[in-house]
């Protein structure tokens, strides 16, 4: 047999073996026996090795947001006079975001496993500044002392993080839920966060300690887990995918905040007159008067209080404000892409331009921006349009964070 003939039955079979798409293609789920382009077998001595594939494996916690079309920038009357977030259309591919955003419980793990794994220097440095309730004229003393510990605040969100922890815990939980992804796809168990050693005592490559195999060639693992980026963050927060009617492709409602109306309260059903999320009414009020509290929070919350947004996600208003990866600049609504727009260190509006040296100035490439609004904001800093920003290595008790992922390998 000559080798056309010998190329002909090879591509033919390809989807005779396997079990192509209706229209006889390869798919990222089914790419058949032999490839499309030489009529090599795949997982042959000589050939190329493709792991078997079903789709992106489910990432703990996480909730899909089908990107699309928007319009990101304030929606109300811009108080504070910045015009740092002008209205622009962008397009937001889409991705996935924490249900809830990231509760003591959850550092807490984090901290039982690297005491375990990392140095001691490191887990020092993972602790959260507990200090951040205190106050000189305020009696917070107990929650130094309880708030991230107590099992009753379990599941409160995690406050003192900087922006730089919250990057660490990041890294960490990619590394903990792919090694458990892995170890299950490979049979096995176990396994820390380090690769396991030869004999040697070197790290065996593509290997956790378990023995199993973390390449990402094998689609066994999932991307990295980071902090959204503020695009991503402010077009989950809208959820305007509750407001669109199917085959409309005109987005005709708006939303102040991540629910429909202009208020802040529940105008349906037997929970009508509810508030919609925690945060502070107005001087001195946090809460309400007894036997008829509004909100029903003097502090933080339970991470999954108040109704969810149609994304089903959580206290995307109130509660605590959350790190989003973006350094701040004002101008970034003029210079960032309008595909995933993100702005990052080192590219226009540089850091010289802003006088933090002569006090003139809180900018420079270490300052990240929160959004979101907490217990401690009036309702102005609930919409999603609003933006604020401080040093990548501080901490607060309104400041916590959520966790994205990519959607890797699809457009929906």
């Known amino acids: 047999m000559n080798f056309s003939k ?10 005779v073996l396997a079990s192509c798409s209706k229209d006889g293609h390869g798919t ?3 790419p058949g026996k032999y490839s499309s382009t030489t009529g090599m077998e795949y997982n042959t001595e000589e050939g190329m090795k493709v792991a078997d594939y079903k789709g992106i494996p489910e990432g703990p916690g996480l909730i899909f947001i089908e990107g699309g079309r928007t319009v990101l920038g304030s929606q109300e009357e811009d108080v504070t006079m ?3 977030n002008v209205e622009r259309t962008v397009t937001i591919a889409s991705f996935y975001m924490d249900e809830a955003e ?10 039982h496993f690297i005491r375990k794994d990392s140095s001691e220097e490191f887990y020092q440095s993972a602790l959260p500044d507990t ?5 000189e004229l305020s009696f917070n003393d107990p929650y130094v002392d309880y708030y991230l510990r107590y099992p009753g605040f379990r599941y409160f969100p995690v406050v003192g993080v900087s922006w730089l922890q919250a990057n660490d815990y990041c890294t960490w939980r990619t590394s903990k839920v792919n090694e458990t992804l892995a170890a299950n796809a490979d049979g096995g168990g176990g396994g ?5 050693k030869n004999k040697g005592g070197d790290a065996a490559e593509g290997t956790s300690e378990g023995g199993a195999k973390i390449a990402i060639e094998n689609g066994n693992t999932l991307p990295n887990y980071r902090l959204p980026t503020e695009a991503e963050w402010e077009y989950a927060a809208q959820a305007l995918v509750g407001t ?5 492709e005109n987005q005709e409602n708006k939303r102040i905040y991540p629910w429909d109306g202009r208020q802040v309260r529940n105008p349906y059903g037997g929970k009508m007159g509810q508030f919609l999320a925690n945060f502070k009414r107005g001087r001195g009020d946090y809460a309400g008067i007894a036997g008829s509290l509004n909100d029903g929070a003097m502090i933080t919350e339970y991470v999954y209080a108040y109704p969810p947004n149609d994304y089903g996600l959580y206290n995307m208003a109130g509660n605590v404000n959350e790190w989003v990866q973006d350094i701040y600049r004002p101008l970034s609504f003029e210079d960032v892409e309008d595909l995933n727009p993100f702005r990052r260190n080192g590219f226009l509006d540089p850091a010289e331009k802003y006088d933090k040296k002569g006090y003139q100035s809180l900018i420079d490439d270490h300052v990240r921006v929160y959004k ?3 217990w401690r904001d009036v309702a102005y800093w609930l919409s999603p349009g609003t933006r604020r920003f401080m040093g990548e290595d501080s901490a607060t008790a309104t400041i916590g964070f959520r966790c994205a992922m990519i959607n890797a390998g699809s457009n929906k």
């Open 131 to 135: 200090t951040v309730w205190a106050r």
């Open 6 to 15: 010998y190329l002909h039955f090879a591509v033919l079979g390809a989807c």
């Open 82 to 84: 910045t015009h740092d």
């Open 28 to 30: 990222a789920t089914k």
């Open 192 to 196: 820390g966060l380090f690769k396991k």
């Open 244 to 248: 669109q009617e199917t085959g409309n």
């Open 372 to 374: 979101g609004g907490s």
């Open 102 to 111: 990231v509760a003591n419980i959850h550092w807490l793990e984090y901290l």
